[in-house]
C-alpha cells in the first residue's frame, strides 16, 4: 500500500470517539519459533504467512468474497495510477489534526468507513517489539514507506487485531519522537503528509494514509525490534498509531519495504546490506506455508537478474521494464513501443495489471487457445475473461511468460494465471489498468511460489522460479 498525500474531506474524519480497549495483555516473551525459518549473523530469514492459509492467525471473522477483495485492489491501483500521473488525490485521502492534538475539540462528523472486513495484503509476517518483547502479525508491503502498528491506549480507534495490544507504557526501551528529530524531518518523504507537533508535549504525529481511504495516525517513535533472538534492532523507528481505520483486517499493523529512509528495510541496512527476497507462499500452502522473507545479502546463482528502475513521481516504489509477454510461447505481436509504459512489482497489488491495448492483446491469445478447451463464463467483477470450470480441472492451460529487460523473465502456470472466482468459476487473473494513467503492474498473483530478489544496493531485481519449500 504506497501512501498517498492528503486532501481534506471536509469533515469526513471523527476525531472526537474515544476507543476504549481492553484487550488482554499476555502474550509470550519468548520468541516463537515458528516464526523463524533460519538465523545466521549476515542475513535475516522470517517465515512468511498467508492472510487465506492453513493456520492463518489472520484469517477474517467473516467470509470474504474475492469480489470485495477486487473492489479493494482496484482503489489501490487507481491511486497509484493518479499518482503517477501527477493528478490531485481523490476523496481516500485524510485530514491530519490541525490543532496538534489526536482528538480534535468541538469536532464532531461522520466516521471514514472502515471498510469491508477482508484481511488486507496478503501475506504477513511476525515480528517483536519492546522489552520484553511481544510479537505482532504484521502486513507485508514492498509500496510502504513508514512501518507502524497499533498502540494503547487507542485515543481515538484500532480495530480489532489478532494479537494483544502493544503497550508502549510496559517497554522499557520505547520513546517517542519529537518534531525536532531528523527522523520527524523524513515523515513528510515517507508518507506524502506533513508531520504534526503535539501542541503540549511537542511529540511528531505522523500521517500514513492510502488510496483506499484506510490511514493510521499516531506517535512517530523508537523501540527495540526482534527479528530472531539474536537479531534486534536497537531504536527502530515506527509509527504507535492511536487512530487506524480501514482495511487492515486482523493485522497489528504494516511493514514497509519500500526504498525510504523511514522503511525498516532501510533501517536494517547498514547491518545486513540493503537487499531482501521474498517467496510469497499460495493459500493452498500446508501449514509450514514455505513463504519467506529474507534480508540481507543476496546469492545471485538462482536468480535472473534486470534492473531496477526508479520513477521520480514515486521514488520509493520498485519499477522495471517490461520488454514481451508471450501465451504459449508465441508473442503477443506488440511493438517495442507499447511496452514502454510505467512497470512496477508491488506485494499488494493482488491482480496483474496491463495498459488496455497490451491486456486486449493478452486476452485474445489466451482466449483463442483456452475456448477450444473449455466453456466460457460470465465476466465476474473486473475480470473479464472467464471459463466454466474449478482451477483444479482447468488442466491444460497455456502457459504465460512475462519478459524483462536483460532476459529475466516470470514463467506462468496455471496457478499463477487464473484465479477461482466462485463455485466452478475460474478467470483469468489479469486486467486492464484503471486510473488515468497506462501502467502496468505486476501483482502477487503472478508473484507467488517464485523466489524475487531486490538488490537495492545495485539496483537489480532478480527472478528464480520454485523458491517456497
Not at 491482480?351 to 482466449?367: D, G, W
Request: hydrophobic letters at 35%; proline letters at 5%.
Amino acid at each position: 500500500m504506497e501512501s498517498i498525500g492528503c486532501r481534506s474531506l471536509g469533515g469526513m474524519i471523527i476525531w472526537y470517539v474515544v476507543c476504549y480497549l481492553s484487550l488482554a495483555s499476555s502474550s509470550s516473551q519468548a520468541e516463537p519459533k515458528a516464526y523463524v525459518q533460519s538465523t545466521n549473523q549476515s542475513s535475516i530469514h522470517l517465515n512468511i504467512y498467508h492472510m487465506h492459509g492453513h493456520g492463518s492467525s489472520l484469517t477474517p471473522n467473516s467470509s470474504s468474497l474475492l469480489s470485495d477483495v477486487l473492489l479493494h485492489d482496484e482503489e489501490h491501483v487507481k491511486a497509484l495510477s493518479d499518482r503517477l500521473a501527477n493528478k490531485g488525490l481523490g476523496s481516500g485521502s485524510v485530514k491530519p489534526p490541525k490543532s496538534g492534538y489526536l482528538v480534535e475539540p468541538n469536532s464532531a462528523s461522520i466516521p471514514l468507513n472502515p471498510g469491508l472486513s477482508i484481511g488486507s495484503g496478503n501475506y504477513y509476517v511476525k515480528i517483536g517489539l519492546g522489552s520484553p518483547p511481544k510479537y505482532y502479525a504484521m502486513i507485508l508491503d514492498t509500496g510502504s514507506s513508514l512501518s507502524w502498528l497499533q498502540c494503547q491506549p487507542c485515543v481515538v480507534y484500532c480495530h480489532a487485531q489478532a494479537d494483544p495490544l502493544y503497550d508502549p507504557s510496559v517497554s522499557k526501551t520505547y520513546k517517542k519522537l519529537s518534531c525536532a528529530s531528523a527522523e520527524c524531518s523524513r515523515l513528510k518523504a515517507a508518507t506524502l503528509n506533513n508531520p504534526v507537533c503535539q501542541t503540549d508535549s511537542n511529540a511528531c504525529l505522523y500521517t500514513a494514509s492510502y488510496g483506499d481511504s484506510s490511514f493510521s495516525i499516531g506517535y512517530l517513535s523508537q523501540d527495540l525490534l526482534t527479528l530472531t533472538s539474536s537479531q534486534t534492532l536497537p531504536q527502530f523507528t515506527y509509527g504507535c498509531g492511536q487512530d487506524n481505520e480501514g482495511l487492515f483486517g486482523r493485522a497489528a499493523g504494516i511493514i514497509g519495504l519500500s526504498r525510504d529512509k523511514l522503511s525498516m528495510l532501510a533501517q536494517l541496512s547498514t547491518k545486513y546490506g540493503h537487499a531482501f527476497s521474498y517467496c510469497l507462499p499460495t493459500a493452498t500452502s500446508g501449514s509450514s506455508g514455505g513463504g519467506f522473507l529474507s534480508i540481507g545479502s543476496i546469492s545471485p546463482t538462482p536468480y535472473k537478474f534486470t534492473p531496477m528502475l526508479t520513477d521520480s513521481k514515486i521514488p520509493s516504489l520498485y519499477f522495471l521494464r517490461l520488454t514481451a509477454i508471450t501465451v504459449s510461447g508465441r508473442a503477443l505481436g506488440l511493438t517495442a513501443a507499447m511496452y514502454r509504459v510505467p512497470t512496477l512489482i508491488d506485494s499488494g497489488t493482488v491482480i496483474t495489471r496491463l495498459p488496455m491495448s497490451m491486456y486486449a492483446a493478452l486476452r485474445q491469445a489466451f482466449v483463442k487457445i483456452m475456448s477450444t478447451k473449455y466453456a466460457q463464463a460470465p465476466a465476474y467483477s473486473i475480470l473479464d475473461t472467464c471459463f466454466k470450470g474449478s482451477l483444479k480441472s482447468l488442466s491444460a492451460v497455456p502457459e504465460i511468460k512475462m519478459v524483462f529487460q536483460g532476459g529475466a523473465d516470470l514463467t506462468l502456470r496455471a496457478p499463477n494465471i487464473l484465479i477461482e472466482a466462485d463455485q466452478g468459476i475460474t478467470c483469468l487473473a489479469f486486467a486492464g489498468s484503471s486510473g488515468s494513467k497506462q501502467v502496468a503492474i505486476i501483482g502477487n498473483r503472478q508473484q507467488e511460489t517464485y523466489n524475487i530478489a531486490y538488490d537495492v544496493s545495485t539496483s537489480r531485481i532478480g527472478f528464480a522460479p520454485g523458491g517456497c519449500h
